[in-house]
């Protein structure tokens, strides 16, 4: 079956770096997508790794390793308004991991 | 503004009963999607729809239906056979590709009253 798997909660302190794993099982392998969720609101789209390595957006990066079926979100710099979910997704029919609950201490 | 637009916000639905809820989008996305999201649970996918007139199940597809008789257009029922209905309802769209990821709408919370 398909699956992706990621941590469900994860602390970090306000101006640190946190990083968001997430291994993935899918049928027809395109990529690996980010999207982050603040609470009762929709899901917004933060990156996608089509290829091996580390693509840098701002704040936030992400890693993808095809051959581990494997990748990251890093979060530099953390800010209060950071505190959300994010979820990993991936596969020809998208789907997503549950969710890792990101908690930002002062 | 390009976005994708679902109403109402908040549904209430007496058991028994079917229920529809709206997705329109003005992206001249051709794909369009239907999730929902259960407390702390990811994304389930439900309905998918590639093209206009053509649509696919996803995985918990069972006890809704969808349409898709407009490209802006992807409105979801759900039915009284859909036993747990209570939940958070997302649309989303994309174009072809995956780079740009997908867009979703604001959400409906459907609740079984």
């Known amino acids: 079956g398909q699956s992706l798997e990621q941590p469900s909660e994860v602390t970090a302190v306000e101006g640190a770096i946190v990083q968001i794993n997430c291994t993935y099982q899918t049928s027809g392998f395109y990529g690996l997508s980010w999207y982050q969720q603040h609470d009762g609101g929709a899901p917004t789209f933060l990156s996608y790794?089509?290829?091996?390595g580390l693509e840098e957006t701002g704040r936030f990066s992400s890693f993808l390793s095809r051959s581990d079926s494997y990748g990251y979100l890093l979060l530099q710099e953390l800010q209060m308004k950071d505190s959300a979910s994010y979820f990993c997704?991936?596969?020809?029919?998208?789907?997503f991991g549950k969710g890792t609950r990101l908690h930002i201490l002062p | 503004d390009g976005g994708i637009t679902q109403s109402p916000k908040y549904l209430f639905r007496k058991e028994g009963q079917n229920v529809t809820l709206s997705c329109e989008q003005n992206l001249n996305h051709d794909a369009m999607y239907w999730y929902r999201q259960d407390p702390g649970q990811g994304l389930r996918l439900i309905y998918y729809?590639?093209?206009?007139?053509?649509?696919q199940k996803g995985d918990i597809a069972e006890g809704y239906s969808v349409s898709r008789e407009k490209k802006e257009s992807f409105p979801l029922t759900v039915t009284s056979a859909q036993k747990n209905p209570t939940a958070f309802y997302l649309c989303?769209?994309?174009?072809?590709?995956?780079?740009?990821?997908?867009?979703f709408g604001s959400g409906t919370r459907l609740t079984v009253v």
């Open positions: 729809s590639q093209i206009v007139n053509d649509f």
């Open positions: 790794n089509a290829l091996d």
């Open positions: 997704a991936a596969g020809d029919k998208i789907i």
């Open positions: 989303a769209s994309s174009p072809p590709g995956h780079q740009a990821g997908y867009t």
